[in-house]
Each structure stands twice: as structure tokens, then as C-alpha cells.
């Protein structure tokens, strides 16, 4: 029995051992090649994994191309979650939340306090809340989606839009750019210096999503920034 095992461990040697050997473009030439057999969906997850934006793709060799073409694509198929006790599929979630989230909104829709409010403000004029909700930003120019219950929270535009991103000290000043009760979506226009915004999130493709598939969900509704 020894012997055997013996034999069995010469051989997975003898395979790493070649395998060692396999030249440095022939690594690449199969990385490639197990590209090309990856699903348009599998190929749109590992962008998105990585932070890549791939919205100006069109077909799949496209998308085979920007992986290649991306910074470390020798560890594309070698990066490992650290082991801390969790799934394949909760690393992907841990993961997932830590890139997007810098780019999840808290939004605060203001409203010109009544009469007998600002009484109590020695007659100042003051705002309070009237909806909350989240949002995301959608480019480097400060526009950020959210639906439009949470802009539209009193039936009509609010006197003032407040949205605070993950690790901004104060909020941000914002305002409406367009609503689509409708489709219950809103876009606003964070007003602050560009430097100060995080990188915006990845958008993706519906066209070539299934029934079934699975959909993660990121808010951050309370302004918390866990």
C-alpha cells in the first residue's frame, strides 16, 4: 500500500513538475482560451469584480478583450478571498459591498418648515426632512439615481436636496435634475468639487439576463455608512 501511494505522490510531482515547465506565452495562450469559454454573464462578473468598466463592449469578444487587456490579468483566475470562515458565494457578497459602497448615496429630501414651526426658530426660515432613501452615483460629474418617492416624498419638488456619500463628514448640497414618476426614478447634481466624489459605480446590461438569476441588493437608507 505504501509503494502505491508512493507511486501516486512520483506522479502529481512529476504533473507539477511539468506543468512548471509549460513556457510563459503558452500560460497565456490557455488563460485565453478559458476566457472564450465563459459566458457573456461570467465575463461581465469578473469586470465588475475587478472595477472595470466594460458599458462601450458590444459583443463577447469585446468583453474577452478588456479582461486580457486589464491590469494582473496573470491573477485573474488565482486571486483568493482571505479565509475567514465564509462561502465562496459570502466572500463574493463581502466583496461586492466593500467596492460599491463608497458610491451608495444617503439622500434627504427638505422641505420650508410651516408657519408655527419657524415661530419656534424666531422667525427664521427653516427646512426639515420630509423623505429619506438611497441612491448611487452615476459619473464622475456628481449624478446620482435614486427614486422619485424619495425627491418627490410631499408630492411636489422639495426646497432643497441634501446627499452625503460613505465617509463624508457633511452632506452635500444637490439639486433636481429630472424625475420619471412613471418608472419612480429621479437623477440629482451633487454640488461639491469633483474631488471630493469616489469613482462611480459599474453599470451593467440587462439584455442577457435570466429568469432566476440572482439580484444583491445595496441601500443605504438610515445614513449609515455599514
Known amino acids: 500500500m505504501r509503494s502505491i501511494s508512493n507511486c501516486l505522490l512520483f506522479l502529481v510531482l512529476l504533473q507539477g513538475a511539468a506543468s512548471l515547465s509549460v513556457p510563459y506565452n503558452n500560460f497565456f495562450d490557455q488563460v485565453k482560451s478559458g476566457l472564450n469559454k465563459l459566458s457573456v454573464t461570467e465575463l461581465k462578473r469578473l469586470l465588475s469584480e475587478r472595477g472595470i468598466d466594460f458599458r462601450d463592449c458590444l459583443e463577447k469578444q469585446d468583453l474577452v478583450d478588456r479582461l486580457e487587456s486589464s491590469p494582473g490579468n496573470d491573477a485573474a483566475f488565482a486571486t483568493a478571498a482571505p479565509d475567514l470562515g465564509l462561502t465562496a458565494e459570502e466572500n463574493r457578497l463581502v466583496n461586492t459591498v ?98 471630493m466624489l469616489p469613482k462611480p459605480l459599474d453599470v451593467g446590461t440587462s439584455n442577457d439576463l435570466q429568469v432566476g438569476q440572482s439580484v444583491t441588493a445595496i441601500g443605504n437608507p438610515f445614513g449609515l455608512d455599514n
Open 98 to 195: 466593500k467596492r460599491v459602497s463608497p458610491g451608495v448615496a444617503y439622500i434627504t429630501s427638505l422641505s420650508r418648515a410651516s408657519a408655527g414651526l419657524r415661530s419656534f426658530s424666531l422667525g427664521a426660515e427653516s427646512q426639515v426632512p420630509v423623505g429619506t432613501g438611497s441612491g448611487f452615483l452615476w459619473d464622475e460629474q456628481g449624478h446620482v439615481v435614486t427614486n422619485c418617492h424619495v425627491v418627490l416624498a410631499t408630492g411636489r419638488l422639495p426646497s432643497a436636496v441634501q446627499v452625503k456619500l460613505q465617509g463624508m463628514a457633511e452632506a452635500c448640497e444637490a439639486s433636481v435634475v429630472g424625475v420619471e414618476p412613471e418608472k419612480d426614478l429621479a437623477v440629482l447634481k451633487m454640488n461639491c468639487p469633483r474631488n
